[in-house]
């Protein structure tokens, strides 16, 4: 933006621009302000989130319940790493294959009912 600035005094002023050196070293400033404050509140937390999910993903184990992406409930029939899939068993009967990224999180389990049982 600076520059810009520059440009146009120096179109106006018959091509001789004043140097303006403090003004430059604020405006390269506050672009490094920015970019700093850009890594902090976007890029980190997400290579953060990311790292942790890639840990989820890698402890997961047959018997496991889990949650999709797409919200299915189920229970971790088993797992081939190979190629990248899981077997999840959503009923007695019935068995889905879906892409081992997509398990979002373990199921949530109510202590109260598990008490009762």
Known sequence: ?????DIAYAQQS????APNSAGQMFNMMMIGLLIVVFYMF????????????QNFLGNL?????VVT???IYGTIASIDDSKGV??????KSMQIKIVKSQVS????????????S
Not at 42 to 53: A, G, M, N, V
């Open 14 to 17: 018959g091509g001789a621009a």
């Open 61 to 65: 184990k047959r018997g496991d319940k």
């Open 1 to 5: 933006m600076w520059f810009l600035c």
């Open 42 to 53: 976007f890029i980190r937390p997400q290579s953060k989130k990311t790292k942790e999910h």
């Open 69 to 71: 992406g797409s919200g």
């Open 105 to 116: 999180h373990y199921q949530k389990t109510d202590e109260k009912k598990e008490a009762q």
């Open 86 to 91: 899981i077997m999840l068993e959503v009923s």
